[in-house]
DNA sequence: GCCGTTTTCGGCCCGACTGTTTTCAGTCG
């Protein structure tokens, strides 16, 4: 079993060791295991039966690795054998609800044998659930709108998520002789930070007409597959475990490009693609673009010749929304997109002073191993209690061996000292100005009291930044993605106000909390915001998470230019914020 | 359940807010 499923089952276990109320360290060790084997750059199948090993990975205890080997051999272990038996996993998705947390979800199965969130549904419009202790009208309504938006979300995943399934699918492919090309379409290609389902795309020798049906038969007896849901000539389609849905589709070479284009997408865009088409005297579909009147093909093979063949300049898949890029692409006026390789620094890090897992030190090895100029450490602040925050004087101490480590690495990598600010209720910084002022990143960001109304809130934030040695808006929208509502916020106005006062506004590049969505970056730009995107690593497999970053950069069209941390070192320090 | 040691068990990130209570349990970050 990889990783990552070995991954969901500890953590799952550990969700549900918390509904059976069990001992809270136990429940956080779980957690920690879940994380260790996140994060570790072995393959547990590969070392599983060396118990040995296993224990050499911090967080992993003799009886974690007895579960780690149970999982290897079995695809599960006792302790969560015995916890679905008494509990349900449907329960785990009531987890997911905001306000939803243990407790509530023992006391809704005790009380009521309510174990999924269409049963909750259910209690909630038969009335059932005013009968329980702490269930007012404003829970109540709370859980209402909690259940309308999973329902929204649900079906969709994560970009990385998507990704990784994509990746681990076309290793599996690879292993067929003949399948040479295989590509991810769809909005996982396009870079949008959920993706519905997975487009895979395969061509090869072994893709042709006459044999493509040994291919089709390897493709069905992918492993991974829980349920196969089609299985036609060329196509294959099948749900993995997590629920996600895979189309396979194996074309001739010839036709490659245009199939390429069609199931890239988005559907305006190929609305517009399609009527243009037919202005030339073509008709796009899925094998070609050709003639309408005699059907003669014009252009298949590659999306380059097809899009030439309507006097368009290739598109990237990143622009395909039919947000002008079109008329772009004809005037030869695409923009020249910012690439991964552009980022020279990744400002915005935790160590294990606070929240972090790693030291300053690996931290600054990890990003020399990335190639980077720089980075900047900033943990967390005094008022992040959960994370060991840095009151003044450890953020002293802080800076110290930040520039400790600065000096150790001998200019092969700047590490500069920062911190991550916390922005109160009313505006102020958790930490004083004297310690500020002697830190190169000031991230500002606000981590409480999410639910204060949208004036108040925007009103704190632009009280935050006014402070003078604030130089960059942490998380300046707060979105999280499909666990919640992003805090409510004139973001207009906060950008423009960053603009003004030269702060910049970071774009966190972490999937599951991707701060400003591709309208949100282009706003910043038209603003004239300094924009910065970072990855808000707290482990230094985190720094990885960049290129999502730079895909959402890339949906809001912009260049290298336009974001500050592609500049070297000196000149990022330079471009920020001036101090008094 | 893990870790580190004081080697056999005690410590392990905690403070604020919410909606419900009428003194606090549950959730969140």
Aim: contains cysteine; negative net charge; hydrophobic residues 40%.
């Amino acid at each position: 079993m990889d990783n990552r499923s070995i991954t969901n089952l500890l953590a799952e276990a550990a969700d549900l060791l918390e509904i059976d109320g069990a001992d809270s360290f136990r429940i956080r060790s779980y957690r920690r295991a879940a994380e260790a084997v996140e994060s570790t750059t072995l393959q547990l199948s590969e070392i599983a039966s060396d118990m040995k090993k296993l224990l050499e990975i911090p967080g992993i205890g003799k009886s974690m690795a007895a579960n780690i080997q149970e999982i290897e051999r079995t695809g599960s272990f006792g302790i969560r054998d015995e916890l679905l038996k008494k509990y349900r996993p449907t329960m785990l998705d009531l987890l997911k609800l905001p306000g939803m947390g243990p407790k509530s979800v023992a006391l809704f199965w005790e009380a009521l044998q309510v174990a999924s969130i269409d049963e909750l549904e259910a209690a909630i419009t038969a009335g059932r659930l005013k009968s329980l202790p702490r269930m007012g009208e404003k829970q109540i309504e709370k859980l209402k709108k909690g259940i309308e938006e999973y329902r929204k979300n649900s079906g969709r995943f994560l970009i990385d998520d998507g990704e990784m399934a994509a990746e681990k699918l076309i290793a599996y492919l690879r292993e067929f002789p003949g399948l040479d090309i295989l590509t991810p379409a769809g909005s996982l290609r396009r870079g949008r930070e959920t993706v519905g389902d997975l487009d895979i795309l395969v061509t090869g020798p072994a893709c042709a007409e006459n044999n493509v049906a040994a291919a089709v038969e390897y493709v069905a007896q992918y492993p991974p597959i829980s349920s196969l849901l089609a299985r036609g000539q060329n196509k294959v389609s099948f749900l993995l475990r997590n629920g996600l849905q895979v189309d396979v589709r194996l074309l001739p070479e010839s036709s490659y490009g245009a199939a390429l284009q069609y199931f890239t997408g988005s559907k305006m865009h190929n609305v517009s693609i399609r009527q243009r088409a037919l202005k030339y005297g073509y008709t796009l579909n899925e094998y070609a673009l050709a003639r309408v009147d005699d059907g003669t093909p014009v252009a298949a093979a590659t999306e380059t010749e097809i899009y030439a063949a309507l006097d368009l300049d290739w598109i990237p898949p990143e622009l395909r929304e039919n947000n002008g890029e079109i008329e772009a692409a004809e005037a030869h006026r695409l923009p020249a997109l910012i690439e991964q390789e552009d980022i020279r620094g990744d400002v915005h890090m935790h160590t294990n002073a606070t929240d972090g897992r790693n030291t300053i030190r690996e931290m600054a090895e990890a990003g020399l191993a990335r190639g980077y100029a720089y980075i900047a450490i900033t943990d967390h602040s005094k008022n992040l209690a959960m994370t060991n925050g840095l009151d003044d004087e450890r953020a002293l101490e802080h800076i110290r061996r930040i520039r400790e480590v600065d000096e150790e690495m001998e200019g092969r990598i700047r590490v500069f000292p920062g911190i991550e600010v916390d922005i109160l209720a009313d505006g102020e910084l958790d930490l004083s100005d004297e310690v500020l002022a002697q830190m190169d990143v000031v991230i500002a960001s606000v981590h409480s009291l999410f639910n204060q109304p949208e004036e108040q809130m925007t009103e704190r934030v632009l009280r935050a930044i006014e402070n003078p040695y604030v130089r960059i808006l942490g998380h300046p929208t707060g979105r999280l993605l499909l666990r919640r509502e992003a805090f409510k916020i004139n973001v207009a106005a906060v950008l423009r106000k960053a603009s003004e006062l030269g702060v910049a506004v970071e774009h966190n590049a972490y999937p599951d909390r991707l701060d400003l969505c591709d309208r949100d970056l282009r706003l910043a730009k038209e603003l004239g915001c300094k924009i910065a995107v970072n990855t808000d690593s707290h482990h230094t497999s985190h720094m990885e998470k960049m290129r999502y970053g730079i895909r959402q950069l890339r949906r809001a069209w912009l260049r290298k230019e336009d974001v500050l941390n592609t500049l070297p070192a000196d000149a990022f320090l330079a471009a920020l914020r001036p101090r008094p």
